[in-house]
């Protein structure tokens, strides 16, 4: 078989009031805040970050994770899985430029509808 998915190094819930989710993941929760962008709010949970993101802004997005796998190569891992059947939603494409590396995604639903990204941080 090959091919594998690396580890989940992200999860994404949509949230109706970003300030409040942040507060209580914030505070109450006691997760260390990483950075925030508009309308998105990403913390770290150990190896994993957590990726609060507005549901008006994600086009009512329903409650749930979105996961996002890791991978080394995307195209590559793009390529093998649409060989496999997996029907994407969008093909590889950056999403951030920082100063180190640039963030790329593609995402795809499963057998039962659920969103999934594959993610992939190329150093600049």
């Known amino acids: 078989m090959g091919f594998s998915l690396g580890s989940i190094s992200q999860a994404a819930l949509t949230v109706d009031d970003l300030d409040r989710a942040v507060a209580f993941y914030r505070d109450t929760l006691g997760l260390k805040p ?16 957590l990726l609060l993101g507005s549901r008006a802004v994600a086009g009512g997005a329903p409650s749930g994770a979105i996961l996002y796998f ?23 494409h950056i999403v951030a430029r920082m100063s180190d590396r640039e963030v790329w995604l593609a995402a795809f639903r499963d057998s039962e509808g659920n969103i999934f990204h594959l993610i992939s941080e190329r150093p600049v």
């Open 34 to 49: 990483l950075f925030r962008v508009p309308n998105m709010a990403f913390f770290e949970c150990g190896s994993m970050r």
């Open 70 to 92: 890791r991978v080394d190569d995307i195209d590559a891992a793009h390529k093998t899985l649409s060989g496999r059947g997996v029907k994407f939603q969008e093909p590889p």
